[in-house]
């Protein structure tokens, strides 16, 4: 991430802005390996088949990916229905996490979407990890384990593949800013929540498409400080710097803000090129965590003034990838 010349237009945020330059045996196994992520609109084929699964209910799979094989828990709607298109969310654990984690805190299950929780491979220091973190394994390419599990998905359920989201928390937060750069003619909107922006989750970012983004994080955040600062070695930015590397990035002209009950303020950015709007919850006394989990999401408090996951519902569901000229 290269910071550069102050950006007056968005001082109604509380610290300095600046300008970001970014640099560059399963019911979904694919049908063949690709040779490199697919990064377009895919037609699901997998509406004109029927599924085993019963809706309602999770289960485990996996699949191979470069060469590995990679488990995922996959969840169906109470109302899923072959040949219906429905809505895909993939949510991303974080550092050492497990996807069930994610899947319990979230609430994720209970909206009327395929809630899909991948699992990461082991990092260098043996725990879970993703893409774009300095613990991640050099040799896992988690964009195309993306590819090869929506291929997969699409192939066996009736996924919309106007309507694919991605969200993730702490290290699946910044992968998934990471697919935001990588994957943006296939995802159509992305959400963070308390995530580590580590220096590779910007590549790629160089002249990708703008996209819809949306991002919750807490002012006591001790384990990503909402200030920046380092984390495994690696440098963190400011959430105000990191979000207003976004606006520049799509072209983003009209900032405004409002407060929500006692702890919640909302600042959103409008005039975005191809409506790609972004959005960002700062949230007073929030530690590591998902705002308004069900259960215990991390260290330090949680939200009851907002729900991050009827939030980002709300926000996927004016963003859909068809809206968009790709």
Known sequence: ?????????????????????????????????????????????GCDTSTDLAAGKTVQQSIT?????????????????????????????GHNGTGADV????????????AVYPVGAAGTDGGTSWQSAPYASDDVDDVQFVSDLLDGLQGSLC?????????????????????????????????TVSAAFYPGT????DGSQPVPYLDFHGVADTTVPYAGGTSHGAKLPSLTDWMNDWVEHNGCTEPSSRTIGSDVTKYFWLGCTQDATVVHYKIANDGHTWPGDLVDSGPGASTRTISATDVMWSFFGKHPLDHRPL
């Open 1 to 45: 991430m290269k910071l550069a010349r102050p950006l007056a237009v968005l001082a109604l945020l509380a610290v300095p802005i600046w300008l970001w330059v970014p640099h560059g045996a399963s019911a979904a196994e694919p049908a063949a390996a690709q040779a490199a992520p697919v990064d377009s609109r895919v037609a699901s084929a």
């Open 65 to 93: 990916s470069g060469g590995r094989t990679r488990p995922y828990f996959l969840h169906l709607p109470a109302g899923y229905q072959d040949g219906e298109a429905t809505p895909l969310i993939l949510a991303f654990h």
């Open 103 to 114: 899947e319990a805190y979230s609430g994720i299950d209970d909206l009327d979407a395929i």
């Open 159 to 191: 996924v919309d593949p106007d309507r694919i989201y991605a969200t993730g928390k702490s290290n699946g937060g910044g992968f998934t800013a990471l697919l935001a750069c990588r994957l943006p003619h296939r995802i159509a909107a992305f959400a």
């Open 202 to 205: 910007t590549t790629g970012c």
